[in-house]
């Protein structure tokens, strides 16, 4: 069973910079993909970026392109979001998914995911 756990979340002023992180377990994770997606109160589930653990290939939704960055580090099973010039709305609940295959048409789809971390919340004042 995939585990990811969610951290790095918190408050932080327009203009700021956050990293969340995501720690993968259970699995040999080689033809995974990984995403980023994020909900904001009653608004629906939106992409924001992705990554295929073996090749390291990105994907951005167009809001945050430009000013996220996605990573991996095969060592500690562990898929980074690194947020830079944040804007207040950029608040959401930001969760990692993991999907057991790869197709590039398929990438920027909540339900291409077959596992879901918690979610941990970010916010960002104006």
């Known amino acids: 069973q995939v585990q990811l756990v969610e951290s790095g979340g918190g408050l932080v002023q327009a203009g700021g910079s956050l990293r969340l992180s995501c720690a993968a377990s259970g699995r040999a994770f080689s033809t995974y993909v990984m995403g980023w997606f994020r909900q904001a109160p009653g608004k629906e589930r939106e992409f924001v970026a992705a990554i295929t653990w073996s090749g390291g290939n990105t994907y951005y939704g167009r809001s945050v392109k430009g000013r996220f960055t996605i990573s991996r580090d095969h060592a500690k099973n562990t898929v980074y979001l690194q947020m830079n010039s944040l804007k207040a709305e950029d608040t959401a609940v930001y969760y990692c998914?993991?999907?057991?295959?790869?197709?590039?048409?398929?990438?920027?789809?909540?339900?291409?995911?077959?596992?879901w971390g918690q979610g941990t919340q970010v916010t960002v004042s104006s």
């Open positions: 998914a993991a999907a057991p295959r790869f197709d590039v048409n398929y990438v920027y789809i909540s339900r291409w995911y077959d596992y």
